[in-house]
Structure formats: structure tokens, C-alpha cells
Antibody, heavy 119, light 110 residues
């Protein structure tokens, strides 16, 4: 079955960077885009950006422009989200979610990776 | 890009119906038939319920239905069940491959 499995919990200091992975199985990785969405504790979902897993093109939300990098390793069917210059407000659950390229919905989602930023 | 506006909460008794609104602008909800809805139980990842305004993925009960009028989309849950108690989020294409989520609605089954 289609599944996205994310890397484990991260604890980072302010100013550091974090790299979260999302490994896909059950489908052809490069046939679908990968989006990243975060959710601060008790808050709403927030779209961060998306990656064309086939050619590596990216589009980032203006909120994260300059701090986010999305990459992939097609041989490992894995997408990565790197967020830099972390601050306490970046403490959140980070999700990857598959998307049919050109479509507007996300299905399925990874289980989430908790990133805590604390000094 | 501002978040789409949803009511903070909605409630109903088992068997009743509840409708959640999702209000945007002509640049997102009103401009595209690309509204989707997600259900999120506490501590879990979101799950797709509705896509392209009113389409249901296989496996989603037909108790869940979606519609849109102008800049406002709606999700209706009919025949409320205890397991429907969760947070619900709408999402829309916002143009030029940008996306936006709603503020979220907590559905309470009384």
C-alpha cells in the first residue's frame, strides 16, 4: 500500500538547521509531487512548499522563502525538507504529503516529525 | 497568503448533520474548483475526505459531502457518529502553485 514514513523527533537550538526525511513506498516516487505542511502545537495546518520529485523543481511559500530547501534522492524514494535559522516559533509537527502533479489535494500524509526548537 | 476562514467549532448529536463553512476570496476558493477537506484526529496525521469541492476518495463514507458557492466552500457530515469527532481543515489552490489551508474547525459530537 502507499505509505510515507518520516524520520524521528528532532530537538534543535535556535539558529540551527533541521533536515527531515520522508520515504515513500507502494508507488513510483517520481510520478507524484511531495508537499510539506507544518502544524504548530494547537494551531492550524500551514503549507510550506512542494517538490517536483521528477525534475527537482520547487515552489516555496513566501512565509518560508529563504529558509527552506526541498530536495530528493530518487534512488531511495526519499524527499527531504531542510529548514534553517530555526527559532522557537518553528517548534511544530512537520508532515510530508503526496500530491498528483497539477492536482490540488494531498493523499496520503506521512506520520509527522516533531521538531522542537529550544535553547 | 491569508488562511481560509472556518468556524472554530461545530457540534451535533449522533445521527444529526453538521455543516462547516470555509470562506476565502476570488483568488483561492472562489477562483478554482480545487477545494479539499481533511479530517484530523488528535495526535494523528490529516486524512483526505473530499477533493475538487465534492469528490470523495474511495473508502470515505458518503456521509461526507462537499459543495461550494462563490468564495465559500462547505463540508457536511450527515448521520453524525462518535468517531466523527475531530478537527476538520479545508484547503484550496491559491494560484501559481500556491496552496492555503483553513483555520480549522473542531467538530464535537454531543
Amino acid at each position: 500500500q502507499v505509505q510515507l514514513v518520516q524520520s524521528g523527533t528532532e530537538v534543535k537550538k535556535p539558529g540551527a538547521s533541521v533536515k527531515v526525511s520522508c520515504t515513500a513506498s507502494g508507488y513510483i516516487f517520481t510520478n507524484y509531487a511531495m508537499h510539506w505542511v507544518r502544524q504548530a502545537p494547537g494551531q492550524r495546518l500551514e503549507w510550506m512548499g512542494w517538490l517536483n520529485t521528477d525534475n527537482g523543481n520547487t515552489k516555496y511559500s513566501q512565509t518560508f522563502q529563504g529558509r527552506i530547501t526541498l530536495t530528493r534522492d530518487t534512488s531511495a524514494s526519499t524527499a527531504y525538507m531542510i529548514l534553517s535559522s530555526l527559532r522557537s516559533e518553528d517548534t511544530a509537527m512537520y508532515y510530508c504529503a503526496r500530491n498528483v502533479m497539477g492536482a490540488s489535494w494531498f493523499d496520503p500524509w506521512g506520520q509527522g516529525t516533531l521538531v522542537t526548537v529550544s535553547s | 497568503q491569508s488562511a481560509l476562514t472556518q468556524p472554530p467549532s461545530a457540534s451535533g448529536s449522533p445521527g444529526q448533520s453538521v455543516t462547516i463553512s470555509c470562506t476565502g476570496t476570488s483568488s483561492d476558493v472562489g477562483g478554482y474548483n480545487y477545494v479539499s477537506w481533511y479530517q484530523q484526529h488528535p495526535g494523528k496525521a490529516p486524512k483526505l475526505l473530499i477533493y475538487e469541492v465534492s469528490k470523495r476518495p474511495s473508502g470515505v463514507p458518503d456521509r461526507f459531502s462537499g459543495s461550494k458557492s462563490g468564495n465559500t466552500a462547505s463540508l457536511t457530515v450527515s448521520g453524525l457518529q462518535a468517531e466523527d469527532e475531530a478537527d476538520y481543515y479545508c484547503s484550496s489552490d491559491a494560484g501559481r502553485t500556491n496552496y492555503v489551508f483553513g483555520t480549522g474547525t473542531k467538530v464535537i459530537v454531543l
